[in-house]
């Protein structure tokens, strides 16, 4: 592909990509929502082709997925090379060496100075659910503590947990019991209704969990608190600097263990390896999957050696740790180290300068924020209600991939940025040209 900024070239959608949305209205399930009707052909570093020869710039990075852009060379090579070699084994039954490898490098970056062991799964709801279980195996302890607004997953445990939006819960319960969810400390939402200066709300969420412990929710019944270092699905809202640390030691203080879910803003998403590295607070038990494989399926729950403890034919999957989605996380983590965690955190950082006088430009822009590539832009009815505006944002939206720019949502009226890792400052600079275009005219 020549590109590397968007060239549209038919309405949209176009002819093509019509016969593909007519047959995937008749036979796909109709759970998924799609904010526009892009029909993906191809994609190369940045670019996506449609079926109608149109070229995308991807600031979505398939939900935060195609860490190393899509079809990176290196990463290609790595997945033909291993599907020419052994595709399938099963690491429930027979080894393999690439799935001790990755187990190796996983345990190295893996954040904590603790012996680590890795499951591999195929999805961040599958490590999220070895992560319930093994924190409910090792602690022999059944409840679990979670955030409102956090997004864990859609199997049956991990939905538990999920507390994200109520239509992916609705007509599915009961869920698990012993699952019960508190604020999240958001800055710019305090959950308490504090606004503007006085609000410190982990003091406040700290406090309201310490009264749970004093009277409805026994600690020495509680396996895990779970917690994503950045909510993702719930809104891109980076919590107090501070947080994490006053959230350990109370873990610490009743034997309850930490779990992180980095499987948005793990792997080099935030500019760092981790998102809890900009906190100084490392989990028992961390999850991570979309960014470790370039988009092969994969998903893993990283564990403290000692925590770890559960025998064989405990827990186990037939295509978890796939020869295939191996090869692609080693090389995805290869790039990543030499050049692409680097650039994460330097594009972000720039992409932040240019977004940090937005709020003062442009009423509808409530809230910025954001670290390394994963950022958030909450639109909002008025700055001084902070009413959430989904219109805006969707509208947004839709213009930007009218203009060639694929955006997605997340919480109640929030745009994220969350590019390939690989991104360039030019395209950057056209995409928050492009946004910002729009967001013009959707204030006219
Ligand atoms: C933080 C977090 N955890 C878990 C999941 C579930 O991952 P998957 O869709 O791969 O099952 C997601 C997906 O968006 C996520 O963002």
């Not at 590109?3 to 093509?16: A, D």
């Not at 796939?322 to 090869?327: E, F, G, K, S, Y």
């Amino acid at each position: 592909m020549q590109n590397r900024l968007p060239q549209i070239k038919t309405s949209l959608p176009g002819p093509e990509a019509m016969k593909v949305l007519a047959l995937d209205h008749e036979f796909v399930s109709p759970s998924y929502t799609r904010d526009y009707p892009l029909v993906a052909k191809r994609g190369e570093g940045m670019m996506v082709e449609d079926v109608d020869g149109n070229v995308f710039l991807d600031f979505s990075a398939g939900i935060a997925v195609v860490s190393t852009g899509h079809c990176h060379p290196d990463v290609v090579r790595a997945i033909q090379r291993q599907a020419g070699e052994l595709i399938h084994m099963s690491g429930t039954d027979f080894y393999y060496p690439l799935l001790a490898q990755l187990a190796q490098k996983l345990a190295q970056i893996a954040p904590g100075k603790s012996p680590k062991r890795v499951y591999f799964g195929n999805s961040g709801t599958e490590a999220m659910e070895a992560a319930m279980k093994l924190a409910r195996f090792h602690t022999r302890r059944h409840r679990f503590i979670a955030f409102l607004h956090c997004f864990h997953g859609r199997t049956f445990g991990a939905l538990s947990l999920t507390a994200s939006r109520a239509v992916q819960r609705n007509g599915f319960g009961p869920l698990l019991p012993g699952v019960s969810h508190i604020p999240f400390p958001n800055l710019y939402r305090c959950p308490f209704g504090h606004h503007g200066g006085e609000c410190s709300p982990e003091n406040e969420v700290i406090e309201y969990l310490e009264n749970l412990f004093k009277t409805i929710i026994p600690p020495e019944e509680v396996a895990a608190i779970i917690a994503e270092p950045v909510q993702g699905e719930g809104g891109y809202v980076i919590p107090p600097k501070n947080f994490f640390a006053r959230l350990r030691e109370i873990a610490d203080r009743h034997g309850i263990l930490l779990i992180f879910d980095e499987v948005q803003s793990g792997m080099g998403r935030t500019g760092k390896m981790w998102a809890c590295d900009h906190f100084g607070v490392a989990p028992d038990i961390l999850t991570t999957a979309k960014g470790i494989a370039s988009g092969v399926p994969l998903g893993v729950t990283i564990a403290r050696a000692d925590i770890m403890n559960w025998p064989p034919g405990a827990h186990a999957s037939t295509f978890g740790g796939n020869p295939i989605a191996c090869a692609a996380a080693l090389e995805t983590i290869r790039l990543l180290e030499e050049k692409y965690l680097a650039n994460s955190a330097q594009m972000g950082e720039y992409a932040m300068k240019r977004l940090a006088d937005w709020p003062k430009k442009h009423p509808l822009v409530g809230d910025v924020r954001g670290l390394g590539l994963m950022m958030g832009i909450e639109f909002v009815k008025s700055q001084k209600s902070r009413d959430p505006n989904p219109e805006a944002r969707k509208r947004i939206i839709d213009r930007a991939y009218q203009l060639g720019v694929l955006l997605l949502g997340c919480g109640e009226s929030t745009v994220r940025l969350m590019p390939p890792l690989v991104v360039e400052r030019d395209q950057v600079d056209f995409a928050l040209d492009t946004l910002e275009r729009c967001v013009v005219e959707i204030e006219k």
